[in-house]
């Protein structure tokens, strides 16, 4: 599948930032979820710009500009969307990661 920014979802985990940010020190929580997805503010790379969630056809379903971000959390409230599994891609002064998070109905 293509994403809109001409990305595939197959094969996306080998193509994050691995060596920059690993499985260990970067995971979005909780997953799966209902309500809100937390993403770390992670040191380093700048602030959040933009987090984007993409469906399981590659379309955006939420896009959300973040300015002036000064917790070490980012929450992003989720509940609107339908239950099914979302890429979700957050941008950091330019470098993108990518997070597959589950969206459950409770």
């Keep these: 599948m293509e994403l809109e920014n001409g990305n595939n979802v197959e094969g996306i985990e080998e193509n994050l930032i691995a060596e920059e940010?690993?499985?260990?020190?970067?995971?979005?929580?909780?997953n799966p979820t209902s309500k809100?997805?937390?993403i770390p503010v992670l040191k380093g790379f700048g602030q959040i710009?933009?987090?984007?969630?993409?469906n399981s056809e590659g379309r955006v379903s939420m896009s959300e500009n973040v300015e002036n971000e000064t917790s070490n959390l980012l929450t992003i409230d989720i509940s609107?969307?339908?239950?099914?599994?979302?890429?979700?891609?957050?941008?950091y002064?330019?470098?993108?990661?990518?997070?597959m998070v589950?969206?459950?109905?409770?």
Aim: hydrophobic share 30%.
């Design 21 to 30: 940010v690993s499985n260990e020190n970067f995971n979005i929580y909780p």
């Design 102 to 106: 589950q969206k459950v109905n409770r």
């Design 93 to 99: 002064s330019g470098k993108r990661f990518y997070r």
């Design 80 to 91: 609107s969307l339908m239950q099914g599994t979302y890429l979700i891609e957050i941008e």
């Design 36 to 38: 809100t997805v937390n």
């Design 49 to 54: 710009q933009n987090v984007r969630l993409y």
